[in-house]
Protein backbone atom coordinates (compact mmCIF):
# COMPACT_ATOMS: atom_id res chain seq x y z
CA UNK A 1 0.00 0.00 0.00
CA UNK A 2 1.57 3.71 -1.00
CA UNK A 3 1.40 6.09 1.55
CA UNK A 4 0.03 9.49 0.74
CA UNK A 5 2.63 11.48 -0.21
CA UNK A 6 4.14 8.32 -2.39
CA UNK A 7 0.63 8.67 -4.23
CA UNK A 8 1.07 12.72 -4.63
CA UNK A 9 4.10 12.59 -6.40
CA UNK A 10 2.67 10.28 -8.69
CA UNK A 11 -0.49 12.42 -8.98
CA UNK A 12 2.24 15.58 -9.59
CA UNK A 13 3.49 13.28 -12.26
CA UNK A 14 -0.40 12.60 -14.30
CA UNK A 15 -0.85 9.00 -12.97
CA UNK A 16 -4.51 9.52 -12.76
CA UNK A 17 -4.86 5.99 -10.85
CA UNK A 18 -2.79 7.50 -7.98
CA UNK A 19 -5.17 10.53 -8.10
CA UNK A 20 -7.78 8.44 -7.45
CA UNK A 21 -6.71 6.82 -4.80
CA UNK A 22 -6.02 10.34 -3.04
CA UNK A 23 -9.78 11.12 -3.88
CA UNK A 24 -10.87 7.84 -2.04
CA UNK A 25 -8.94 8.41 0.98
CA UNK A 26 -9.68 11.99 1.57
CA UNK A 27 -12.98 12.11 0.28
CA UNK A 28 -14.61 10.95 3.37
CA UNK A 29 -12.85 12.98 5.21
CA UNK A 30 -12.75 16.52 3.39
CA UNK A 31 -16.69 15.72 3.37
CA UNK A 32 -16.90 15.16 6.97
CA UNK A 33 -14.89 18.38 7.72
CA UNK A 34 -16.82 20.45 5.38
CA UNK A 35 -20.31 18.91 7.08
CA UNK A 36 -19.08 21.22 9.87
CA UNK A 37 -19.25 24.50 8.11
CA UNK A 38 -22.33 24.05 5.83
CA UNK A 39 -25.11 21.20 6.21
CA UNK A 40 -25.75 21.34 2.46
CA UNK A 41 -24.80 18.16 0.81
CA UNK A 42 -24.36 20.01 -2.81
CA UNK A 43 -21.64 22.59 -1.91
CA UNK A 44 -19.85 20.35 -0.11
CA UNK A 45 -19.93 17.54 -3.05
CA UNK A 46 -19.24 20.95 -5.61
CA UNK A 47 -16.62 21.90 -3.30
CA UNK A 48 -14.72 18.50 -3.40
CA UNK A 49 -14.96 18.15 -7.02
CA UNK A 50 -13.79 21.75 -7.93
CA UNK A 51 -11.10 20.96 -5.34
CA UNK A 52 -9.77 17.80 -7.27
CA UNK A 53 -10.48 19.47 -10.64
CA UNK A 54 -8.19 22.00 -9.87
CA UNK A 55 -5.62 19.66 -8.64
CA UNK A 56 -5.47 18.22 -11.27
CA UNK A 57 -5.34 21.13 -13.80
CA UNK A 58 -2.28 22.32 -11.96
CA UNK A 59 -0.91 19.58 -10.70
CA UNK A 60 2.75 20.42 -12.21
CA UNK A 61 2.83 23.87 -10.25
CA UNK A 62 1.75 21.83 -7.26
CA UNK A 63 4.70 21.56 -4.61
CA UNK A 64 5.52 18.76 -3.19
CA UNK A 65 3.71 18.60 0.19
CA UNK A 66 4.92 17.27 3.75
CA UNK A 67 1.41 16.54 4.65
CA UNK A 68 -1.00 15.75 1.87
CA UNK A 69 -3.77 15.84 4.34
CA UNK A 70 -2.81 19.24 5.73
CA UNK A 71 -2.66 20.68 2.09
CA UNK A 72 -6.06 19.21 1.15
CA UNK A 73 -7.85 20.29 3.91
CA UNK A 74 -6.57 24.00 3.49
CA UNK A 75 -7.23 23.71 0.14
CA UNK A 76 -10.56 22.51 0.87
CA UNK A 77 -11.64 24.88 3.14
CA UNK A 78 -10.43 27.59 1.01
CA UNK A 79 -12.73 26.23 -1.81
CA UNK A 80 -15.68 25.73 0.34
CA UNK A 81 -15.23 29.57 1.77
CA UNK A 82 -15.47 30.88 -1.21
CA UNK A 83 -18.78 29.42 -2.34
CA UNK A 84 -20.09 29.93 1.07
CA UNK A 85 -19.02 33.57 1.06
CA UNK A 86 -21.05 33.80 -2.93
CA UNK A 87 -24.02 32.23 -1.21
CA UNK A 88 -24.29 34.97 1.63
CA UNK A 89 -23.89 37.65 -0.72
CA UNK A 90 -26.74 36.41 -3.03
CA UNK A 91 -28.58 35.93 0.71
CA UNK A 92 -27.48 39.23 2.08
CA UNK A 93 -26.45 37.49 5.35
CA UNK A 94 -22.96 38.78 6.24
CA UNK A 95 -22.06 36.16 8.97
CA UNK A 96 -18.83 34.45 10.26
CA UNK A 97 -19.07 30.98 8.21
CA UNK A 98 -20.24 28.60 11.04
CA UNK A 99 -18.43 25.36 12.45
CA UNK A 100 -20.64 23.27 14.58
CA UNK A 101 -19.63 20.39 16.34
CA UNK A 102 -21.34 16.62 16.59
CA UNK A 103 -20.37 15.04 19.73
CA UNK A 104 -20.14 11.55 19.69
CA UNK A 105 -23.67 9.75 20.98
CA UNK A 106 -22.57 6.66 23.06
CA UNK A 107 -19.26 6.55 25.47
CA UNK A 108 -19.60 3.78 27.52
CA UNK A 109 -16.20 3.50 29.30
CA UNK A 110 -18.41 5.43 32.14
CA UNK A 111 -21.88 4.76 33.16
CA UNK A 112 -24.27 6.41 30.81
CA UNK A 113 -25.83 9.29 33.10
CA UNK A 114 -22.21 10.55 34.01
CA UNK A 115 -21.74 10.25 30.46
CA UNK A 116 -24.72 12.42 29.54
CA UNK A 117 -24.02 15.17 31.92
CA UNK A 118 -20.21 15.58 30.54
CA UNK A 119 -21.75 15.56 27.33
CA UNK A 120 -23.57 18.26 27.74
CA UNK A 121 -21.24 20.06 29.74
CA UNK A 122 -19.22 19.95 26.86
CA UNK A 123 -21.95 20.99 24.11
CA UNK A 124 -22.78 24.16 26.28
CA UNK A 125 -18.98 24.89 26.50
CA UNK A 126 -18.23 24.40 22.86
CA UNK A 127 -21.87 26.30 21.89
CA UNK A 128 -20.03 29.64 24.07
CA UNK A 129 -17.15 29.37 21.64
CA UNK A 130 -16.65 31.00 18.72
CA UNK A 131 -17.48 29.11 15.51
CA UNK A 132 -13.27 29.28 14.76
CA UNK A 133 -12.69 28.32 18.21
CA UNK A 134 -14.58 24.83 17.89
CA UNK A 135 -13.02 24.65 14.32
CA UNK A 136 -9.72 24.50 16.32
CA UNK A 137 -10.96 22.12 19.03
CA UNK A 138 -12.13 19.81 16.05
CA UNK A 139 -9.25 19.96 14.13
CA UNK A 140 -6.74 19.38 17.30
CA UNK A 141 -8.85 16.47 18.63
CA UNK A 142 -10.76 15.19 15.69
CA UNK A 143 -8.33 15.64 13.07
CA UNK A 144 -5.35 15.23 15.33
CA UNK A 145 -3.40 18.13 13.91
CA UNK A 146 -0.62 19.73 15.27
CA UNK A 147 -0.44 23.75 16.13
CA UNK A 148 1.54 24.43 12.65
CA UNK A 149 -0.85 21.96 10.87
CA UNK A 150 -3.79 23.90 12.18
CA UNK A 151 -2.25 26.99 11.17
CA UNK A 152 -1.45 26.18 7.91
CA UNK A 153 -4.80 24.69 7.34
CA UNK A 154 -6.74 28.07 8.85
CA UNK A 155 -4.44 30.14 7.27
CA UNK A 156 -3.29 32.06 11.38
CA UNK A 157 0.16 32.31 12.52
CA UNK A 158 1.00 29.40 14.81
CA UNK A 159 1.34 32.49 17.37
CA UNK A 160 -2.54 33.06 17.03
CA UNK A 161 -3.97 29.65 16.68
CA UNK A 162 -2.20 28.93 19.76
CA UNK A 163 -4.33 31.49 21.48
CA UNK A 164 -7.02 31.16 20.13
CA UNK A 165 -6.97 27.65 21.19
CA UNK A 166 -5.69 28.67 24.80
CA UNK A 167 -8.78 30.95 25.43
CA UNK A 168 -11.19 28.11 23.91
CA UNK A 169 -9.83 26.14 26.49
CA UNK A 170 -9.92 28.52 29.29
CA UNK A 171 -13.44 29.15 28.28
CA UNK A 172 -14.42 25.00 29.03
CA UNK A 173 -13.10 26.00 32.69
CA UNK A 174 -16.21 28.10 33.43
CA UNK A 175 -18.16 24.60 32.24
CA UNK A 176 -16.56 21.96 34.54
CA UNK A 177 -18.22 19.78 36.80
CA UNK A 178 -18.32 21.67 40.69
CA UNK A 179 -15.17 20.01 42.34
CA UNK A 180 -16.97 17.91 45.01
CA UNK A 181 -19.34 16.61 42.82
CA UNK A 182 -16.52 14.78 41.27
CA UNK A 183 -14.84 13.72 44.14
CA UNK A 184 -17.68 12.11 44.98
CA UNK A 185 -18.34 10.76 41.42
CA UNK A 186 -14.77 9.60 41.98
CA UNK A 187 -15.25 7.68 45.26
CA UNK A 188 -18.86 6.18 43.87
CA UNK A 189 -16.95 5.13 41.20
CA UNK A 190 -14.00 3.35 43.83
CA UNK A 191 -16.19 1.39 45.62
CA UNK A 192 -18.30 0.13 42.76
CA UNK A 193 -14.76 -1.27 41.64
CA UNK B 1 13.04 16.07 30.55
CA UNK B 2 11.66 13.15 31.67
CA UNK B 3 8.06 12.88 32.43
CA UNK B 4 7.03 11.98 36.25
CA UNK B 5 3.92 11.60 37.84
CA UNK B 6 4.31 14.54 40.87
CA UNK B 7 4.05 16.98 37.27
CA UNK B 8 0.72 16.11 37.45
CA UNK B 9 -0.28 16.45 41.15
CA UNK B 10 -2.23 19.69 40.92
CA UNK B 11 -4.00 18.67 37.55
CA UNK B 12 -7.39 19.52 37.18
CA UNK B 13 -9.74 18.09 34.39
CA UNK B 14 -8.93 21.04 31.53
CA UNK B 15 -5.24 20.97 32.63
CA UNK B 16 -5.71 16.81 31.39
CA UNK B 17 -7.96 17.95 28.60
CA UNK B 18 -4.88 20.09 27.14
CA UNK B 19 -2.24 17.60 28.00
CA UNK B 20 -0.22 16.52 24.89
CA UNK B 21 0.85 13.13 26.55
CA UNK B 22 -2.96 13.02 28.09
CA UNK B 23 -4.57 13.38 24.90
CA UNK B 24 -2.35 10.70 23.12
CA UNK B 25 -3.12 8.36 25.32
CA UNK B 26 -6.43 8.85 25.53
CA UNK B 27 -6.72 8.56 21.56
CA UNK B 28 -4.50 5.53 21.49
CA UNK B 29 -7.44 3.42 23.29
CA UNK B 30 -7.86 3.07 26.81
CA UNK B 31 -5.86 5.46 28.93
CA UNK B 32 -6.76 2.76 31.59
CA UNK B 33 -3.97 0.58 30.82
CA UNK B 34 -1.14 2.79 30.20
CA UNK B 35 1.43 2.32 32.88
CA UNK B 36 2.39 6.23 33.74
CA UNK B 37 -1.14 7.27 34.43
CA UNK B 38 -2.07 4.28 36.67
CA UNK B 39 1.19 5.78 38.44
CA UNK B 40 -0.70 9.41 38.44
CA UNK B 41 -3.62 8.11 39.17
CA UNK B 42 -2.00 5.96 42.62
CA UNK B 43 -0.15 8.60 43.42
CA UNK B 44 -2.27 11.44 43.41
CA UNK B 45 -6.15 9.53 43.85
CA UNK B 46 -7.48 13.20 43.29
CA UNK B 47 -6.56 13.59 39.53
CA UNK B 48 -8.53 10.33 38.96
CA UNK B 49 -11.80 12.05 38.58
CA UNK B 50 -9.82 14.68 36.61
CA UNK B 51 -8.49 12.27 34.24
CA UNK B 52 -11.44 10.50 33.74
CA UNK B 53 -13.58 13.74 32.79
CA UNK B 54 -10.91 15.02 30.61
CA UNK B 55 -10.55 11.19 28.71
CA UNK B 56 -14.57 11.36 28.42
CA UNK B 57 -14.14 14.96 26.89
CA UNK B 58 -11.39 14.00 24.69
CA UNK B 59 -13.29 10.88 23.46
CA UNK B 60 -16.32 12.69 22.93
CA UNK B 61 -14.57 14.67 20.25
CA UNK B 62 -12.52 12.25 19.02
CA UNK B 63 -15.56 10.07 18.23
CA UNK B 64 -17.46 12.71 16.55
CA UNK B 65 -19.98 10.59 14.41
CA UNK B 66 -18.13 11.08 10.55
CA UNK B 67 -20.63 12.19 8.17
CA UNK B 68 -21.37 9.84 5.64
CA UNK B 69 -21.33 10.65 2.20
CA UNK B 70 -22.57 8.02 -0.32
CA UNK B 71 -21.74 10.19 -3.43
CA UNK B 72 -18.44 9.44 -3.67
CA UNK B 73 -18.29 7.07 -6.97
CA UNK B 74 -20.75 9.74 -8.43
CA UNK B 75 -18.42 12.43 -7.66
CA UNK B 76 -15.42 10.61 -8.46
CA UNK B 77 -17.48 10.10 -12.38
CA UNK B 78 -18.28 13.69 -12.64
CA UNK B 79 -14.12 14.77 -11.69
CA UNK B 80 -13.36 11.96 -14.31
CA UNK B 81 -15.09 13.24 -16.71
CA UNK B 82 -13.97 16.56 -16.80
CA UNK B 83 -9.73 15.50 -16.53
CA UNK B 84 -9.92 14.91 -20.86
CA UNK B 85 -10.67 18.47 -21.32
CA UNK B 86 -8.46 19.78 -18.74
CA UNK B 87 -5.48 17.52 -20.55
CA UNK B 88 -6.87 19.01 -23.71
CA UNK B 89 -6.49 22.71 -22.42
CA UNK B 90 -3.18 22.23 -20.44
CA UNK B 91 -1.53 21.00 -23.84
CA UNK B 92 -3.32 24.09 -25.89
CA UNK B 93 -2.21 26.18 -22.96
CA UNK B 94 1.39 24.38 -22.95
CA UNK B 95 1.64 24.65 -26.66
CA UNK B 96 0.55 28.78 -26.37
CA UNK B 97 2.57 29.54 -23.81
CA UNK B 98 5.59 27.91 -25.56
CA UNK B 99 4.59 29.67 -28.78
CA UNK B 100 4.39 33.08 -27.12
CA UNK B 101 7.67 32.39 -25.62
CA UNK B 102 9.64 32.05 -28.23
CA UNK B 103 7.20 34.73 -30.48
CA UNK B 104 8.19 36.82 -27.39
CA UNK B 105 12.06 36.16 -27.83
CA UNK B 106 12.27 36.63 -31.65
CA UNK B 107 10.19 40.54 -31.43
CA UNK B 108 12.75 40.75 -28.81
CA UNK B 109 15.36 40.50 -30.85
CA UNK B 110 13.62 42.25 -34.02
CA UNK B 111 13.32 44.95 -31.52
CA UNK B 112 16.79 45.37 -30.64
CA UNK B 113 17.96 45.36 -34.14
CA UNK B 114 15.50 47.87 -35.13
CA UNK B 115 16.44 50.15 -32.66
CA UNK B 116 20.24 49.45 -33.25
CA UNK B 117 19.10 50.03 -36.80
CA UNK B 118 17.50 53.18 -35.73
CA UNK B 119 20.21 53.88 -33.38
CA UNK B 120 22.72 52.91 -36.32
CA UNK B 121 20.72 55.38 -38.48
CA UNK B 122 20.58 58.02 -36.41
CA UNK B 123 24.27 58.36 -35.73
CA UNK B 124 27.82 58.10 -38.19
CA UNK B 125 28.01 54.99 -40.18
CA UNK B 126 31.45 54.15 -41.64
CA UNK B 127 31.56 51.84 -44.39
CA UNK B 128 35.13 50.51 -45.10
CA UNK B 129 37.39 48.09 -47.62
CA UNK B 130 40.50 46.17 -46.05
CA UNK B 131 43.94 46.25 -48.05
CA UNK B 132 43.05 43.66 -51.42
CA UNK B 133 39.09 44.22 -51.11
CA UNK B 134 36.61 46.38 -52.48
CA UNK B 135 33.04 47.34 -51.14
CA UNK B 136 30.37 48.33 -53.19
CA UNK B 137 27.44 49.55 -51.33
CA UNK B 138 24.20 51.75 -51.68
CA UNK B 139 23.90 54.83 -49.38
CA UNK B 140 20.17 55.67 -48.05
CA UNK B 141 19.31 58.11 -50.37
CA UNK B 142 20.16 55.73 -53.38
CA UNK B 143 23.64 56.61 -54.10
CA UNK B 144 25.85 53.82 -54.96
CA UNK B 145 29.42 54.16 -53.51
CA UNK B 146 32.54 51.62 -54.92
CA UNK B 147 34.90 51.75 -51.79
CA UNK B 148 38.60 51.01 -53.01
CA UNK B 149 41.14 49.31 -51.03
CA UNK B 150 42.11 50.44 -47.71
CA UNK B 151 39.85 52.90 -48.25
CA UNK B 152 36.24 53.77 -46.04
CA UNK B 153 33.56 56.39 -45.88
CA UNK B 154 31.60 58.03 -43.04
CA UNK B 155 28.64 59.25 -43.14
CA UNK B 156 25.56 60.84 -40.79
CA UNK B 157 22.06 59.12 -41.42
CA UNK B 158 20.08 62.64 -41.00
CA UNK B 159 19.32 62.80 -44.37
CA UNK B 160 15.83 63.10 -44.09
CA UNK B 161 16.39 66.77 -42.86
CA UNK B 162 16.86 70.22 -45.25
CA UNK B 163 20.45 69.51 -45.09
CA UNK B 164 22.51 68.34 -47.90
CA UNK B 165 23.67 64.84 -47.93
CA UNK B 166 27.56 64.83 -46.28
CA UNK B 167 30.27 62.00 -46.52
CA UNK B 168 33.63 61.67 -45.39
CA UNK B 169 35.87 59.83 -47.29
CA UNK B 170 39.41 58.24 -46.39
CA UNK B 171 41.23 56.02 -49.39
CA UNK B 172 39.79 56.16 -53.11
CA UNK B 173 36.28 55.96 -53.62
CA UNK B 174 33.91 56.22 -57.23
CA UNK B 175 30.70 57.90 -56.55
CA UNK B 176 27.62 57.58 -58.10
CA UNK B 177 25.34 60.29 -56.56
CA UNK B 178 21.58 60.08 -57.29
CA UNK B 179 19.82 63.13 -58.55
CA UNK B 180 17.23 63.99 -56.15
CA UNK B 181 16.27 67.74 -56.89
CA UNK B 182 12.99 68.20 -58.96
CA UNK B 183 14.28 70.50 -62.34
CA UNK B 184 14.87 74.09 -61.95
CA UNK B 185 14.26 73.79 -57.75
CA UNK B 186 17.51 73.09 -56.15
CA UNK B 187 17.40 73.13 -52.64
CA UNK B 188 20.21 72.83 -50.21
CA UNK B 189 18.79 69.28 -49.34
CA UNK B 190 19.75 68.74 -52.83
CA UNK B 191 23.79 68.59 -52.50
CA UNK B 192 25.69 65.85 -51.69
CA UNK B 193 28.66 66.51 -50.57
CA UNK B 194 31.90 64.55 -50.26
CA UNK B 195 34.52 65.93 -47.28
CA UNK B 196 38.39 64.24 -48.69
CA UNK B 197 41.89 65.49 -47.90
CA UNK B 198 40.86 68.73 -47.05
CA UNK B 199 37.91 69.80 -49.50
CA UNK B 200 34.61 69.83 -50.03
CA UNK B 201 32.86 68.20 -53.17
CA UNK B 202 29.50 69.34 -53.96
CA UNK B 203 27.61 67.69 -56.34
CA UNK B 204 23.95 67.04 -57.38
CA UNK B 205 23.34 63.97 -58.98
CA UNK B 206 27.14 62.76 -60.95
CA UNK B 207 29.75 60.29 -61.48
CA UNK B 208 33.08 61.07 -59.93
CA UNK B 209 36.20 59.11 -58.46
CA UNK B 210 38.21 60.60 -55.53
CA UNK B 211 41.04 59.26 -54.30
CA UNK B 212 42.90 60.82 -50.96
CA UNK B 213 46.41 59.13 -50.76
CA UNK B 214 49.84 60.13 -49.72
CA UNK B 215 48.59 63.62 -48.91
CA UNK B 216 47.27 64.12 -52.48
CA UNK B 217 44.04 64.38 -53.52
CA UNK B 218 42.63 63.59 -57.16
CA UNK B 219 38.82 63.59 -58.12
CA UNK B 220 37.97 62.78 -61.33
CA UNK B 221 34.47 63.97 -62.73
CA UNK B 222 32.68 61.59 -65.55
CA UNK B 223 29.45 62.80 -65.88
CA UNK B 224 27.63 65.97 -63.98
CA UNK B 225 29.01 68.69 -62.62
CA UNK B 226 31.57 69.31 -59.66
CA UNK B 227 32.42 72.18 -56.96
CA UNK B 228 35.29 71.83 -54.89
CA UNK B 229 35.65 74.45 -51.98
CA UNK B 230 38.43 74.46 -49.45
CA UNK B 231 37.14 73.13 -46.22
CA UNK B 232 38.19 75.22 -43.76
CA UNK B 233 37.41 78.60 -45.85
CA UNK B 234 34.65 77.74 -48.18
CA UNK B 235 35.84 79.26 -50.90
CA UNK B 236 35.57 77.74 -54.38
CA UNK B 237 38.61 76.69 -55.82
CA UNK B 238 37.22 74.82 -58.93
CA UNK B 239 34.56 73.57 -60.73
CA UNK B 240 34.64 70.10 -62.37
CA UNK B 241 33.45 69.77 -66.12
CA UNK B 242 33.06 65.90 -66.62
CA UNK B 243 36.34 64.43 -67.88
CA UNK B 244 38.22 66.92 -66.14
CA UNK B 245 41.03 65.61 -63.15
CA UNK B 246 41.64 67.81 -60.57
CA UNK B 247 44.85 67.27 -58.28
CA UNK B 248 45.34 69.01 -54.95
CA UNK B 249 48.06 68.73 -52.69
CA UNK B 250 47.47 72.55 -50.33
CA UNK B 251 46.61 75.26 -51.74
CA UNK B 252 49.74 75.91 -53.50
CA UNK B 253 49.50 73.02 -56.06
CA UNK B 254 46.16 72.68 -57.74
CA UNK B 255 46.29 71.87 -61.27
CA UNK B 256 43.29 70.39 -63.44
CA UNK B 257 43.86 68.14 -66.41
CA UNK B 258 41.91 66.54 -68.65
CA UNK B 259 41.13 62.84 -68.66
CA UNK B 260 39.84 61.88 -72.17
CA UNK B 261 38.94 57.85 -70.90
CA UNK B 262 36.84 57.67 -68.24
CA UNK B 263 38.24 53.98 -68.39
CA UNK B 264 41.14 55.17 -66.41
CA UNK B 265 39.68 56.52 -63.68
CA UNK B 266 37.28 53.36 -63.03
CA UNK B 267 39.24 50.83 -64.02
CA UNK B 268 40.50 49.97 -60.37
CA UNK B 269 36.91 48.86 -60.22
CA UNK B 270 37.07 46.23 -62.63
CA UNK B 271 40.66 44.81 -61.07
CA UNK B 272 42.40 46.56 -63.35
CA UNK B 273 45.24 48.83 -63.67
CA UNK B 274 45.39 51.03 -66.50
CA UNK B 275 49.02 52.24 -67.17
CA UNK B 276 49.25 55.21 -69.75
CA UNK B 277 52.72 55.86 -69.78
CA UNK B 278 52.58 55.31 -65.95
CA UNK B 279 55.51 55.32 -63.62
CA UNK B 280 56.49 52.48 -61.92
CA UNK B 281 56.40 54.51 -58.76
CA UNK B 282 52.89 54.98 -59.28
CA UNK B 283 52.02 51.55 -59.67
CA UNK B 284 54.19 51.08 -56.72
CA UNK B 285 52.29 53.38 -54.83
CA UNK B 286 49.38 51.77 -56.14
CA UNK B 287 50.32 47.95 -54.40
CA UNK B 288 50.98 50.19 -51.39
CA UNK B 289 48.06 51.82 -50.80
CA UNK B 290 45.81 48.91 -52.01
CA UNK B 291 47.54 46.16 -50.78
CA UNK B 292 49.03 47.27 -47.59
CA UNK B 293 52.56 45.80 -48.33
CA UNK B 294 56.00 48.15 -47.97
CA UNK B 295 57.67 47.62 -51.38
CA UNK B 296 61.17 47.95 -51.74
CA UNK B 297 62.99 48.66 -54.61
CA UNK B 298 66.00 47.60 -54.47
CA UNK B 299 66.99 48.75 -58.15
CA UNK B 300 65.86 52.74 -57.69
CA UNK B 301 66.84 53.43 -60.95
CA UNK B 302 63.54 51.39 -62.29
CA UNK B 303 61.12 53.83 -60.34
CA UNK B 304 61.80 56.19 -63.61
CA UNK B 305 60.58 53.44 -66.21
CA UNK B 306 57.55 53.44 -68.05
CA UNK B 307 54.74 51.72 -68.79
CA UNK B 308 51.98 51.37 -70.67
CA UNK B 309 48.63 49.10 -71.12
CA UNK B 310 46.43 47.05 -68.52
CA UNK B 311 47.07 44.82 -65.88
CA UNK B 312 44.62 42.51 -64.10
CA UNK B 313 45.09 43.76 -60.84
CA UNK B 314 42.41 41.35 -59.28
CA UNK B 315 45.06 39.63 -56.66
CA UNK B 316 48.70 41.06 -55.77
CA UNK B 317 50.33 38.29 -57.86
CA UNK B 318 48.98 39.39 -61.05
CA UNK B 319 50.45 42.56 -60.84
CA UNK B 320 53.65 41.16 -59.55
CA UNK B 321 53.63 38.79 -62.64
CA UNK B 322 53.67 41.45 -64.91
CA UNK B 323 56.04 43.72 -62.71
CA UNK B 324 58.42 40.50 -63.40
CA UNK B 325 57.83 40.06 -66.44
CA UNK B 326 58.00 43.88 -68.10
CA UNK B 327 61.08 44.72 -65.82
CA UNK B 328 62.90 41.17 -65.89
CA UNK B 329 62.90 41.48 -61.87
CA UNK B 330 62.42 39.16 -58.98
CA UNK B 331 59.70 39.72 -56.53
CA UNK B 332 60.12 38.15 -53.13
CA UNK B 333 57.20 38.37 -50.35
CA UNK B 334 58.95 38.53 -46.79
CA UNK B 335 56.19 39.47 -44.11
CA UNK B 336 54.60 42.40 -44.80
CA UNK B 337 57.48 43.20 -47.31
CA UNK B 338 57.47 42.99 -51.11
CA UNK B 339 61.08 43.08 -52.34
CA UNK B 340 62.11 44.21 -55.88
CA UNK B 341 65.60 43.07 -57.29
Known amino acids: MKDDLELWEEFRLGIESSFKSLFD ?28 IKLWKNRERLNSTPSVKNYLFKA ?49 ALEKMSPRQREIIHLKFF ?13 LSPKSTYKLLYRAIDSLKEHMSPFNLLILLSLLKNMSN | MKRTPEQYRDYKKIDFFYDEYFISSVREGNYHLNIFWIQVGEQFPETKPYMEEAAAWIMLLISQPVYQSKGREASWQKIQSQLP ?64 SNSSLRYVR ?62 ALLEGSLRVEDESTHQVIASLKPGQSFTYKGAAEIQISE ?47 HLSGTIPAKNLEDILFVLRQTLHVETQITGNQITIK
Open chain 2, 158 to 219: NWKSDKPREVWLKGEALFHVKHVAIKNRIRESDYFRVHAGGVVLTVTGTRFNVKDRRGVLEV
Open chain 1, 76 to 124: FRRVLFRKLAEQHRFSGIKAEFPFEIELAHDYTMISEERMRSLRAQLAR
Open chain 1, 25 to 52: SYYQQLFNYGHKFCVEDEVLEDSVQELF
Open chain 2, 85 to 148: RIERRRNIVRIFKTYTKRAGQAAAVIILSLSLYDLSQQGQKTRSAGFGQKNHFVLPDESEIDLN
Open chain 2, 259 to 305: ENDSRNITAWKDNEIRLNNSSVAAVIAGIEDNFGYKVVLLDSSLLNR
Open chain 1, 143 to 155: EDMSYEEIARVMN
